[in-house]
């Protein structure tokens, strides 16, 4: 049972344009959602997170936007740089609770 | 350090042995997880230990797996009898939980297991 899904595995963006990766979530006590980005060889590292309580948090680049109506919620990267390639994992958990619930990962490549 | 701190970093261990992994949390942070990821796939949950609560082993994949928490610190994983499809990365994470607030945990470097 897939609760939080990442139905793109991989993603290519040209240097400069702007990244959207997705993520759908099925359980509807999910009130917190975070987006996590992972190297090779190294553990993953947060990026960026929203509560149900909003529908948009910024952070530079990075913007989360979350659709609570569709249980959807996607990462906007803009301008994207080569840095930024990696796979990213969004996340999800009900407000106050402890464990994660992660999706499978998008793997996001930027091309010079 | 500051981060959460794992070991071994790389560990290959013949298919039968018994393997420990080592996790130092952030220091204060009550809550500490354990997740793995295998070879082209995502963050599975294992184990997660929060101060004197019994822990969540819902995630343990069969009893070959344990893991432990001392002093509310230092955590270790143990696998018994390892088989080849325990080889992954094993990821250890710690959190300040609070009930007012979204739970973001912080994840060590890992320990890559290979089981040959």
């Known amino acids: 049972d897939q609760q939080v899904k990442q139905n793109s595995p991989s993603l290519s963006v040209q240097e400069g344009r702007i990244s959207i990766l997705n993520c759908d979530y099925t359980n509807s006590m999910f009130d917190y959602f975070l987006w996590y980005k992972k190297y090779p060889a190294e553990g993953p590292t947060f990026l960026i997170s929203?509560?149900?309580?909003?529908d948009k948090n910024e952070d530079g680049r990075f913007t989360v936007f979350l659709n609570k109506s569709a249980k959807h919620l996607s990462l906007h990267i803009v301008p994207s740089q080569p840095g930024d390639s990696a796979v990213y994992f969004c996340a999800a958990s009900a407000w106050g609770a402890q464990k994660l619930v992660f999706g499978q990962g998008t793997r996001l490549t930027i091309n010079p | 350090g500051a981060g959460v701190s794992q070991s071994p970093s790389n560990k290959v261990t013949e298919k039968g042995k018994d393997v420990e992994l080592r996790c130092d949390p952030i220091s204060g942070h009550t809550a500490l997880y354990w997740y793995r990821q295998s070879l082209g796939q995502g963050l599975e949950f294992l184990i997660y230990f929060q101060g004197n609560s019994a822990p969540d082993k819902s995630g343990l994949p069969s009893d070959r797996f344990s893991a432990e928490r001392t002093g509310g610190s230092v955590s270790t994983l143990t696998i018994q009898r390892t088989q080849q499809e325990d080889s992954a990365v094993y990821l250890c994470a710690s959190s300040l939980v609070s009930r007012s607030s979204g739970n973001t945990i912080y994840f060590g470097e890992g320990s890559w297991l290979t089981v040959v």
């Open positions: 929203i509560s149900s309580i909003k």
